[in-house]
């Protein structure tokens, strides 16, 4: 049975909890990673091993991106969540940096229009890898910033650093 690893650390946006797994040539699998005060933010199980050394290069592309220096990031995430879940965010894999869309154009992305604006929205707050999979770059339809699970202050932050705060949505 593989073990679940994990760290913490620091990051201008605070505490933040990565968890993963070793797979095949000692690469991690990012299963999450979440930010203090998240909702629904993941908490440390019994039988889980801090292994920090195992988190470098992940942590190292999250320092290149908080400094300005990365624009995207370079892991193997876990499978994990239903099929619909996983389409909204291979959808939120897309967004260029900088730029931002409308929950209802990912719904459109997906083949959701319409009602399934309401969907697209939740399986985004469900969104287990904040930062490296960007669902702060969905915004309103009007250009306003609405729903994220570490919060709205944060998600300002994130859009701030990559330049797409006041430019046009992208839908």
């Keep these: 049975m593989t073990s679940t690893l994990y760290t913490r650390t620091d990051g201008p946006l605070g505490a933040m909890l ?3 797994r070793v797979a095949g040539g000692g690469r991690v ?11 629904g933010a993941v ?3 019994d039988g889980w091993v801090r292994a920090d050394g195992a988190f470098e290069g992940v942590l190292g592309q ?3 991106y908080f400094a300005g220096r990365r624009d995207g990031f370079d892991l193997v995430f876990e499978e994990a969540g239903t099929e619909f879940q996983r389409k ?10 900088g730029t931002t869309v409308s929950y209802g ?12 604006v ?4 939740t399986a985004i707050g469900r969104n287990p890898l904040l ?8 915004i309103g339809a009007d250009g306003s910033l609405r729903g994220y699970a570490a919060g709205l202050d944060r998600k300002e932050r994130l859009l701030a650093l990559e330049g797409a705060l006041g430019r046009e949505s992208g839908g």
């Design 118 to 121: 309401r969907a697209v929205g």
């Design 88 to 97: 909204v965010w291979r959808a939120l894999e897309e967004i260029p940096y």
């Design 43 to 45: 908490e440390v199980q």
């Design 131 to 138: 930062v490296v999979r960007p669902c702060h770059r969905v």
């Design 18 to 20: 990565l968890v993963g």
């Design 62 to 64: 999250l320092d290149a």
């Design 105 to 116: 154009e990912i719904a459109r992305r997906v083949g959701s229009p319409g009602a399934g």
């Design 29 to 39: 699998v990012l299963r999450s990673l979440s930010l203090e005060g998240q909702k």
